[in-house]
């Protein structure tokens, strides 16, 4: 078992600094993090700090109880560990972040950019695909009902992402030709 009092500390580090940052930055154009580490979506540091935070008391309350197996034990924890990780990143960039420069309203990204992005999707468009594949095919050898639902959780997962890559893919798609249009 972790030493949970250890991750408490530096939550407790974590939050005084996420609040300072949260302030004098203001909120986020996006959120900070991808919904696969947290599911809160903030686009501020401090809600995400707060996660890990229950996260914790949750697994404490399992301990007390006694309901806390080891896979799940590890599993909690290399996520809670991961949660921290990004939330120091985060305040680590700050700096750099702060020197960004902002996006004005008529500000576009230069075309060489949409045409990376647009490479980027269709690899990614491309890989999950071939996992939603892959996940579908590990469904039809399923043999307990268990094993199915969790593969079938799976390759629903796989299609919203698949779906969200296809629609970020179409924007791209739809802005490269607008500005070639335009020239």
């Given at each position: 078992m972790p030493d949970l009092k250890r991750l408490e500390n530096i939550l407790d580090q974590l939050a005084h600094e996420a609040a300072q940052t949260d302030r004098k930055r203001g909120e986020a154009q996006r959120p900070l993090f991808d919904e696969q580490?947290?599911?809160?979506?903030?686009?501020?540091?401090?809600?995400?700090?707060?996660?890990?935070?229950?996260?914790?008391?949750?697994?404490?309350?399992?301990?007390?109880?006694?309901?806390l197996n080891t896979t799940r034990?590890?599993?909690?924890?290399?996520?809670?560990?991961?949660?921290?990780?990004?939330?120091?990143?985060?305040?680590?960039?700050?700096?750099i972040r702060k020197n960004e420069p902002k996006r004005n309203q008529g500000w576009r990204r230069p075309i060489h950019e949409l045409y990376q992005d647009l490479a980027q999707h269709q690899d990614w468009e491309?890989?999950?695909?071939?996992?939603?594949?892959?996940?579908?095919?590990?469904?039809?050898?399923?043999?307990?009902?268990?094993?199915?639902?969790?593969?079938?959780?799976?390759?629903?997962?796989?299609?919203g992402r698949l779906s969200r890559c296809r629609a970020?893919?179409?924007?791209?798609?739809?802005?490269?030709?607008?500005r070639e249009r335009k020239g």
């Open positions: 580490l947290f599911l809160c979506r903030s686009k501020l540091l401090t809600p995400c700090v707060n996660e890990v935070r229950s996260e914790i008391k949750a697994l404490r309350d399992e301990r007390r109880a006694g309901k034990t590890q599993h909690i924890c290399e996520k809670l560990v991961a949660q921290i990780q990004a939330i120091q990143r985060e305040l680590a960039t700050k700096q491309r890989r999950l695909a071939a996992m939603q594949r892959d996940k579908e095919m590990m469904l039809t050898r399923c043999t307990t009902l268990a094993e199915q639902q969790k593969m079938q959780k799976e390759v629903l997962a796989l299609d970020s893919l179409a924007k791209i798609e739809k802005e490269i030709s607008q």
